[in-house]
């Protein structure tokens, strides 16, 4: 059996004049197709859950309202109605604002019905990279170092185990020396912290 939010009956009732009876419409449309789907409140709107992942959502707002399956990335489009030109409305149905905005219900069910196949299969979305993943593989580490740190196995090793962030202060110190003379020091000064287990700022660690 589904289950109810009575979170969501008060943000319907809360909802614009306009904006009501599409969600009801939505609801119910919803609840009719898949008679186990359990409702929740995520990010200050309305969800439905379906096999433990997200089915679809829906938004009202003061002038649309706004519909969006979870993985509609993975959906087949065969009716053209998640390829709108208005991205606006944050959803996949372009910017609601009558009954008559939104695609036949039986398209719409039919969308449902096959949002449904992917979480009964246990289907995910790609994981998406995260911020810095792309800086992460472009730190690069300078020839002249690599070179000179190979020389002092505890050091090398050392280096090697570090994190992404200690590899980089390290680097950004030697890298940012205005001269060669001022650079090689900072590259003897930094072997002798690597093999003593330290990391660039670790004069500041306790401060």
């Known amino acids: 059996m589904g289950k109810k ?3 969501i009956d008060a943000y319907i009732a809360k909802a614009a004049d306009f904006a009501r009876p599409i969600l009801v419409h939505l609801r119910e449309l919803i609840h009719a197709v898949c008679p186990e789907v359990e409702e929740a409140w995520k990010w200050s709107f309305p969800h439905f859950i379906y096999k433990g992942d997200i089915l679809c959502s829906m938004a009202g707002f003061k002038e649309h309202c706004a ?3 979870w993985k509609a990335a993975l959906l087949t489009d065969a009716d053209n109605v998640l390829s709108v030109t208005d991205r606006e409305g944050m959803g996949h149905l372009g910017k609601i604002t009558s009954l008559k905005d939104l695609p036949k219900d039986t398209i719409l069910k039919k969308y449902l019905k096959a949002a449904m196949k992917l979480n009964e299969d246990g289907v995910k979305l790609p994981v998406r990279a995260k911020a810095g993943d792309k800086e992460k593989k472009e730190l690069a580490v300078p020839d002249y170092f690599r070179d ?15 994190s992404y962030a200690h590899k980089k202060e390290y680097l950004q ?18 072997i002798v912290w690597l093999e003593e287990g330290k990391s660039r700022n670790w004069k500041y660690k306790d401060c």
């Open 173 to 190: 110190w030697i890298t940012e020396a205005k001269t060669e003379v001022t650079r090689n020091k900072r590259i003897a000064q930094t």
């Open 67 to 69: 519909f969006g399956f």
């Open 148 to 162: 000179e740190l190979k020389k002092f196995d505890k050091a090398h090793k050392a280096f090697e185990a570090y």
């Open 5 to 7: 939010d009575e979170r």
